[in-house]
């Protein structure tokens, strides 16, 4: 599977941004999704993942309450909606996806399938 995505961009500290991942292929409905996150010269961070059906997600304690992660199956995509943004957020998003589906890994070498990265800047 092909993942690409999107909807990053500049957006001042309490704002909102919704990123979204578009999948090639049919098997996108049976892969978990997840969002990674990192800034330049630190490890790459983890920030929600949900399961093949939707019906189980998770979320970094720094982001719990503020995101969301939702997917389409029928359009293969999933989305990252992000509220009350701050500075700290800024950083390149990535997607990932996980063929097996019921599992809802937290780290990367969970996923073996990823996008290319969208960019997020928070200002203060």
């Known amino acids: 599977v092909q993942l690409q995505a999107s909807g990053g961009g500049l957006v001042q500290a309490g704002g909102s941004l919704r990123l979204s991942c578009a999948a090639s292929?049919?098997?996108?409905?049976?892969?978990?999704m997840a969002w990674f996150r990192q800034v330049p010269g630190k490890e790459r961070e983890f920030v929600a993942a949900i399961d093949r059906s939707g019906g189980s997600t998770s979320y970094a304690d720094s982001v719990k309450g503020r995101f969301t992660i939702s997917r389409d199956n029928f359009k293969n995509t999933v989305s990252l909606q992000m509220n009350s943004l701050k500075p700290e957020d800024t950083a390149v998003y990535y997607c990932a996806g996980d063929r097996r589906g019921y599992y809802v890994g937290t780290i990367e070498d969970d996923y073996v399938y990823w996008g290319q990265g969208t960019l997020v800047t928070v200002s203060s």
């Open positions: 292929g049919h098997t996108f409905p049976s892969y978990t």
